[in-house]
């Protein structure tokens, strides 16, 4: 057990408790803060962590730890420590919030001496409970490096994206492409069960790295956007007619579709623009043409 570094704790929901025991099994005298106090309490009984009474409990504190719901509620506790706390004290923050929230962090942070990193969560509480957890970090290699001995403690699979707010960014374009997904998976799987198809067999086809759902991810963003080779392959115009056959299968049985729907139009955009002949993939230069190109040299 760590006896030399002060660790905080700010925020003791279902995961904010599961980081806590695990801070406090290798710092000493963790303190804590949450404005459930019953939580508090259960911190302070089950694994002897110290209640922080107000910010003054944390002149002497290294590296303060943040799992809080928005970035409200980070931006208020922060408004209310950073005067206590010692200059070059590090801020953690583990909450899911966006690249500008970090930003806005830091540069209040700035006035007082002080240094945040993001390591955002990738885990359920189950996963968190067994040390399965992995943290997606940003920030400065230094402040990354200094913050070392309390990542490993909270886990120890740890991936690093850059500079300061990209670990939040990617957490947020992760969940946010599961989530979209979850739509698709519930829209096809309702295609099926209408069509009397098995969701069972469907779902071993999908699982299959050569013609399941990894495919899109594995060959045509990793081989093929990523490369722009979009030579060969499935043409674009047949991708959007199957796309259509999708539509007609919907309408026929009945079943409501918003995302496969909406992904239609954007095969539609794309033969229009000219690329009916590249592979389906050539649906990336759509954002090129926007601006907002896709590429891998940052």
Avoid at 48 to 61: G, Q, V, Y
Avoid at 101 to 106: G, K, P
Avoid at 119 to 141: C, F, K
Wanted: glycine content about 6%; overall charge negative.
């Amino acid at each position: 057990m760590e006896k030399d570094v002060n660790v905080a704790l700010y925020g003791l929901g279902t995961m904010g408790m599961e980081v806590a025991i695990r801070l406090a099994n290798r710092f000493k005298g963790l303190q804590v803060s949450d404005l459930n106090h019953v939580a508090v309490e259960h911190a302070q009984s089950n694994f002897s962590a110290r209640p922080i009474t107000s910010p003054e409990d944390l002149k002497n504190t290294d590296f303060v730890v943040l799992c809080l719901p928005s970035p409200k509620a980070t931006q208020s506790v922060l408004e209310q420590i950073a005067p206590a706390l010692k200059k070059e004290a590090i801020i953690i923050e583990l909450s899911t919030v966006n690249p500008q929230d970090i930003e806005a962090s830091a540069h209040y942070l700035a006035n007082y001496g002080l240094e945040i990193i993001d390591a955002s969560l990738m885990a359920g509480v189950s996963q968190m409970r067994a040390g399965s957890a992995t943290l997606l970090v940003g920030g400065e290699d230094k402040v990354i490096e200094s913050s070392k001995v309390v990542l490993d403690a909270i886990a120890t699979k740890q991936m690093i994206f850059g500079p300061r707010g990209s670990g939040a960014a990617a957490k947020v374009i992760n969940n946010a492409l599961a989530h979209a997904v979850m739509v698709v998976l519930a829209e096809a799987g309702a295609m099926a069960s209408a069509s009397k198809v098995s969701i069972d067999k469907l779902i071993e086809l999908w699982k299959d790295p050569q013609m399941g759902i990894q495919r899109p991810l594995t060959h045509r963003l990793a081989e093929r956007i990523l490369n722009e080779d979009y030579g060969g392959g499935m043409p674009m115009d047949a991708a959007c007619k199957d796309s259509h056959l999708a539509l007609s299968l919907a309408q026929s049985s009945g079943v409501p579709l918003f995302a496969i729907q909406a992904c239609h139009s954007v095969y539609e955009m794309a033969v229009a623009s000219g690329l009916a002949r590249d592979d389906y993939a050539a649906v990336a230069k759509l954002w090129t043409q926007w601006g907002t190109p896709i590429r891998n040299d940052l």
